[in-house]
């Protein structure tokens, strides 16, 4: 994990030298939906999608090739469903990607594609939210945690991006502790978002 991220701040720091002085800087709002999920190390508890929302200002720095980065700070929600019983976290989410937009003439200015890639980091914001109390001693949520988010959109009139992103933990997010007597149970988050981002 510290070569991927090592390696991903290598060519950040390329990317930051070579891009020209005449790059677009843009500021935005984003938000969206989240369809959060966990990867347990065990198959005898099954967890389910529980839904959540994001939203942030983000920056945008693109080169007139098309290529360049965008980075957000996030207020957003994740949990998990554990036998209808509900868990909430809040977090606070930075993710950084590179980005690469397809400028096609012609259509460019109403339309454009885009796919994006790059480390997120989270901190924790709250403890967990349940819907039943039984479970909040059974759950520990980290105070940090860090993945990959991959993420494919279009944007329209060089205004508003609607994309779908997902987002990859790679740092265990959850400790799950006496369910059926087995003891510490690890999950992994995994995320797939719908997002929109309004740019100024």
């Not at 090739?65 to 469903?81: E, F, P, R």
């Not at 980005?99 to 967990?128: M, N």
């Amino acid at each position: 994990m510290r070569k991927i991220i090592g390696l991903f701040g290598c060519i950040v720091l390329i990317l930051f030298v070579a891009v020209p002085a005449n790059a677009q800087l843009r500021l935005g709002i984003k938000g969206g939906l989240n369809i959060a999920n966990v990867k347990l190390n065990s198959d005898i508890v099954k967890p389910y999608n529980v839904t959540g929302f994001h939203i942030g200002p983000l920056v945008e720095l693109i080169s007139p090739i098309g290529l360049g980065l965008d980075g957000a700070i996030l207020y957003s929600q994740k949990g998990m469903d554990i036998g209808d019983e509900i868990v909430m976290t809040d977090y606070l989410e930075v993710p950084v990607n590179l980005k690469w937009k397809l400028q096609l003439p012609v259509i460019e200015r109403v339309f454009k594609a885009y796919a994006a890639a790059g480390p997120y980091a989270q901190i924790r914001l709250s403890d967990e939210k349940s819907t039943l109390n039984n479970i909040k001693d059974q759950i520990e949520t980290k105070s940090f945690g860090v993945g990959v988010n991959l993420g494919i959109g279009v944007e329209l009139f060089s205004v508003l991006q609607v994309g779908f992103n997902y987002g990859i933990g790679l740092t265990d997010d959850y400790s799950i502790n006496k369910i059926k007597d087995v003891m510490d149970i690890k999950a992994k988050e995994k995320n797939m978002a719908i997002t929109a981002v309004l740019l100024f």
